[in-house]
């Protein structure tokens, strides 16, 4: 008999080591007993796209506000008709979503205001998006200001003579909350136009759905996609600077950059080598601003603070260039390619579908580039500075004896944090001979969730829970996150003990055209892209847009989560990778070293021997 439904979240066993796992979070992000009738009833689905491993306590942020933030434009700003936003919840560390629709009495209503709104954004687009550009940046420049230090032993005696009246520990205060307040506020601008992107994509997408019944997917987006994007700006800089220094002759310095310092001085010694460095330091900002993760998380590693980062892939590029091949997108191919499509299709309607089929286009292809070009202004820019400024104060409490290791502020909620800094400014402040009640109480909690954490690891997330709706109709679940019925079917086949399998066989979403063979490299954490070698199948529960770099040598792409317009999407079209993503299984399934065919345009993986497993 088939399953026809996902565990319910009480059915999943705690890994060993994680019991009380729950005090890691919020009371309102984790499923309630006196709820439990309620959440049953709700489909849940993972979003490992966009949060594949366990939350740290402070990390929770990151989906708190983005969450929060897509929901409230859905709901409040634009009345998108039939969407409202996406409930939320951690279970076991992992971050799972529930799309809240509108009721159908209620749609007609919502029908006018969306389409009020909608005229405004899409009428006044270059305005408007120039408006955004200064508001995230004006942002980001106030976070850049902040700085968290101890407040000094003594109020200095020029604040006694101009009647300042405040010992200076206000300012950790105001620091912290300002640091907050000003990350939401660029999650909120965040979405302020990427749902108007899906808006207008999605709009083309029906119409041609509608005027060419068997169009693929994969056309569609062909016809909107950009070329020159702000989000491949960050690897386009490494590419021009390894141009820059082969034409220069310093190959020769790249030769250990794992060594950023010993790097830096057989730069500097070599002929032309300052020059070169100051190429790298006009690139830096604000391109180097960049994360081999998501942002989401504290131990992300952003390049500006890691020079090995930028600088190893630049030798790569160095030496692809040495070997005679192109390192750059195939651009003009891209456009040559999405020029001959439109055409194709459009020389098949009449000339009022050719008007409409236009006018949607156009207006598809103007707000198109924003769904990624956010990205690097919000998910890497700013949660860069953000996490760096975090560093900067948990390093304070350090100081201080609060936790053991520099970085253990991460352990703490972010309201636990705000208590903190209260007990070190008040410990500080009267002067009390044992100083603040914190080092005596965060080490031993820390060391617990600490461990709770890892325990969490050990055991990887269900795709989804309870029991599925008929259909899933609701568009963004289905675009960007590729949970469609098929899929769900496809998981739920899968975990049926009485439906045969065959294991050599995936299926996911045809992402990006083409076709490979090649070797697994099973990759499931940013850390592990330095074993990736030319040639091999890229396998990873999601890509980020910043593992542009090694987009250039490997031969296909396979995730687990992901739709046709998630970003491992995209920027496998982008470069001219087959792609398939939303799998749901691909990491579990396939091993490092086993041959595999994935074939981009059809959706399937195959995997064809056993290969090594090693990894």
Same mark, same amino acid.
């Given at each position: 008999?088939?399953?026809?439904?996902?565990?319910?979240?009480?059915?999943?066993?705690?890994?060993?080591? +994680?019991?009380?796992?729950?005090?890691?979070?919020?009371?309102?992000?984790?499923?309630?007993?006196?709820?439990?009738?309620?959440?049953?009833?709700?489909?849940?689905?993972?979003?490992?796209?966009?949060?594949?491993?366990?939350?740290? $306590?402070?990390?929770?942020?990151?989906?708190?506000?983005?969450?929060?933030?897509?929901?409230?434009?859905?709901?409040?700003?634009?009345?998108?008709?039939?969407?409202?936003?996406?409930?939320?919840?951690?279970?076991?560390?992992?971050?799972?979503?529930?799309?809240?629709?509108?009721?159908?009495?209620?749609?007609?209503?919502?029908? $006018?205001?969306?389409?009020?709104?909608?005229?405004?954004?899409?009428?006044?687009?270059?305005?408007?998006?120039?408006?955004?550009?200064?508001?995230?940046?004006?942002?980001?420049?106030?976070?850049?200001?902040?700085?968290?230090?101890?407040?000094?032993?003594?109020?200095?005696?020029?604040?006694?003579?101009? &009647?300042?009246?405040?010992?200076?520990?206000?300012?950790?205060?105001?620091?912290?909350?300002?640091?907050?307040?000003?990350?939401?506020?660029?999650?909120?601008?965040?979405?302020?136009? /990427?749902?108007?992107?899906?808006?207008?994509?999605?709009?083309?997408?029906?119409?041609?759905?509608?005027?060419?019944?068997?169009?693929?997917?994969?056309?569609?987006?062909?016809?909107?996609?950009?070329?020159?994007?702000?989000?491949?700006?960050?690897?386009?800089?490494?590419?021009?600077?390894?141009?820059?220094? *082969?034409?220069?002759?310093?190959?020769?310095?790249?030769?250990?950059?794992?060594?950023?310092?010993?790097?830096?001085?057989?730069?500097?010694?070599?002929?032309? &080598?300052?020059?070169?460095?100051?190429?790298?330091?006009?690139?830096?900002?604000?391109?180097?601003?960049?994360?081999?993760?998501?942002?989401?998380?504290?131990?992300?590693?952003?390049?500006?603070?890691?020079?090995?980062?930028?600088?190893?892939?630049?030798?790569?590029?160095?030496?692809?260039?040495?070997?005679?091949?192109?390192?750059?997108?195939?651009?003009?191919?891209?456009?040559?390619?999405?020029?001959?499509?439109?055409?194709?299709?459009?020389?098949?309607?009449?000339?009022?579908?050719?008007?409409?089929?236009?006018?949607?286009?156009?207006?598809?292809?103007?707000?198109?580039?924003?769904?990624?070009?956010?990205?690097?202004?919000?998910?890497?820019?700013?949660?860069?500075?953000?996490?760096?400024?975090?560093?900067?104060?948990?390093?304070?409490?350090? +100081?201080? #004896?609060?936790? $053991?290791?520099?970085?253990? /502020?991460?352990?703490?909620?972010?309201?636990? *944090?705000?208590?903190?800094?209260?007990?070190?400014? @008040? &410990?500080?402040?009267?002067?009390?001979?044992?100083?603040?009640?914190?080092?005596?109480?965060?080490?031993?909690?820390?060391?617990?969730?600490?461990?709770?954490?890892? +325990?969490?690891? @050990?055991?990887?997330?269900?795709?989804?829970?309870?029991?599925?709706?008929?259909?899933? %109709?609701?568009?963004?679940?289905?675009?960007?996150?590729?949970?469609?019925?098929?899929?769900?079917?496809?998981?739920?086949?899968?975990?049926?003990?009485?439906?045969?399998?065959?294991?050599?066989?995936?299926?996911?979403?045809?992402?990006?055209?083409?076709?490979?063979? &090649?070797?697994?490299?099973?990759?499931?954490?940013?850390?592990?892209?330095?074993?990736?070698?030319? #040639?091999?199948? /890229?396998?990873? $529960?999601?890509?980020?847009?910043?593992?542009?770099?090694?987009?250039? @040598?490997?031969?296909?792409?396979?995730?687990?989560?992901?739709?046709?317009?998630?970003?491992?999407?995209?920027?496998?079209?982008?470069?001219?990778?087959?792609?398939?993503?939303? %799998?749901?299984?691909? @990491?579990?399934?396939?091993?490092?070293?086993?041959?595999?065919?994935?074939?981009?345009?059809?959706?399937?993986?195959?995997?064809?021997?056993?290969?090594?497993?090693?990894?």
């Amino acid at each position: 008999m088939s399953m026809k439904s996902f565990p319910k979240p009480s059915d999943l066993k705690v890994p060993e080591g +994680a019991e009380g796992w729950e005090e890691l979070y919020p009371y309102y992000l984790v499923f309630q007993d006196n709820l439990k009738e309620q959440e049953d009833e709700k489909f849940w689905f993972c979003d490992s796209q966009h949060w594949p491993t366990v939350f740290k $306590p402070f990390e929770t942020i990151g989906g708190e506000f983005a969450v929060k933030c897509l929901g409230q434009y859905n709901a409040r700003h634009l009345m998108i008709p039939n969407a409202n936003g996406i409930e939320f919840r951690i279970h076991l560390g992992y971050l799972y979503m529930s799309p809240i629709p509108v009721p159908e009495a209620e749609m007609a209503e919502r029908v $006018p205001h969306f389409q009020e709104r909608l005229a405004h954004y899409y009428q006044n687009w270059p305005e408007l998006l120039d408006q955004w550009h200064a508001k995230v940046r004006g942002t980001i420049s106030e976070m850049e200001a902040i700085h968290f230090e101890k407040p000094p032993a003594m109020v200095p005696m020029r604040h006694i003579n101009d &009647g300042v009246g405040k010992d200076g520990s206000e300012k950790l205060i105001e620091n912290y909350d300002k640091l907050i307040n000003l990350t939401y506020q660029n999650w909120q601008y965040h979405f302020e136009f /990427l749902n108007l992107g899906y808006i207008a994509y999605l709009d083309f997408f029906n119409f041609c759905k509608q005027v060419f019944p068997s169009i693929p997917d994969q056309s569609i987006a062909s016809m909107v996609q950009g070329v020159d994007m702000e989000l491949f700006r960050p690897d386009d800089e490494l590419k021009k600077l390894a141009d820059l220094a *082969v034409r220069l002759g310093l190959q020769n310095c790249f030769a250990d950059t794992n060594d950023v310092e010993g790097t830096i001085a057989k730069l500097k010694a070599a002929p032309h &080598g300052r020059a070169w460095l100051q190429a790298m330091d006009n690139s830096r900002e604000p391109w180097f601003n960049f994360t081999i993760g998501n942002g989401f998380y504290g131990h992300d590693r952003y390049w500006n603070e890691h020079l090995e980062l930028p600088l190893g892939f630049i030798k790569d590029y160095i030496r692809r260039l040495e070997d005679g091949q192109d390192i750059m997108r195939p651009v003009a191919e891209l456009i040559e390619e999405r020029d001959r499509i439109v055409q194709e299709y459009r020389d098949l309607l009449d000339d009022e579908d050719q008007a409409t089929f236009d006018q949607k286009r156009n207006l598809a292809a103007m707000a198109y580039p924003y769904v990624e070009n956010h990205n690097f202004y919000i998910e890497h820019w700013t949660m860069g500075v953000f996490w760096r400024k975090v560093r900067e104060l948990s390093r304070v409490f350090h +100081a201080e #004896g609060f936790w $053991p290791e520099e970085d253990d /502020l991460l352990y703490l909620s972010r309201n636990e *944090v705000r208590d903190a800094i209260f007990d070190l400014v @008040t &410990g500080w402040g009267i002067g009390a001979p044992g100083g603040p009640i914190g080092p005596s109480y965060w080490p031993e909690v820390v060391e617990r969730r600490r461990k709770l954490v890892a +325990a969490l690891k @050990t055991a990887r997330p269900q795709p989804a829970l309870n029991t599925p709706p008929a259909s899933i %109709t609701e568009p963004f679940t289905r675009m960007l996150w590729g949970i469609t019925t098929e899929q769900v079917e496809q998981w739920l086949a899968e975990a049926d003990p009485d439906v045969e399998h065959d294991a050599t066989q995936l299926k996911g979403m045809a992402a990006s055209p083409g076709q490979a063979e &090649g070797r697994a490299r099973v990759v499931t954490d940013s850390d592990q892209l330095s074993e990736v070698q030319p #040639g091999e199948i /890229l396998v990873a $529960p999601i890509t980020a847009p910043s593992w542009g770099p090694i987009f250039g @040598t490997i031969a296909a792409t396979v995730t687990d989560i992901g739709g046709m317009m998630s970003h491992a999407a995209i920027v496998c079209r982008e470069y001219g990778l087959p792609a398939v993503t939303g %799998t749901g299984t691909a @990491t579990t399934k396939i091993r490092t070293g086993q041959l595999l065919r994935v074939d981009g345009a059809k959706g399937t993986v195959e995997i064809l021997d056993e290969g090594s497993g090693n990894g």
